[in-house]
């Protein structure tokens, strides 16, 4: 393994905490991969909350999807973060 890989113990490690601060039952679903992490919440319109929660400040807007969402990123933990919320929610 290279140095520069994240290891997948350490983001699992964030991760976890990650969860612990903004409670499981606020995510509907996790993707992680080495150094990145994509959360999905329960509900969409608590997106922005979470993202606030997370100190994530970069926002993209999909206006083609149905519905419209914001994805929300930044790093967390050394964790590249992305989080989905409807668009026009704001922090």
């Known amino acids: 393994m290279h140095t520069t890989t ?3 113990r350490a983001d699992i490690t964030v991760l976890t905490e990650i969860l612990e601060g903004l409670g499981e039952d606020r995510v ?4 992680l ?3 990145s992490l994509r959360i999905e919440p329960s509900a ?3 997106g922005a909350m979470i993202a606030r929660e997370l100190g994530l400040g970069s926002r ?3 206006c083609m999807a149905v ?3 914001t ?3 930044g ?3 050394g964790l590249e973060c992305h989080v989905r919320a409807v668009t026009g929610a704001s922090l």
């Open 28 to 31: 509907a679903g996790l993707t």
């Open 75 to 77: 790093t967390v933990g």
């Open 71 to 73: 994805d929300w990123s």
């Open 33 to 35: 991969m080495r150094g």
């Open 60 to 62: 993209l807007d999909h």
């Open 67 to 69: 519905p419209a969402i």
């Open 44 to 46: 969409l319109v608590d």
């Open 6 to 8: 994240p290891s997948l």
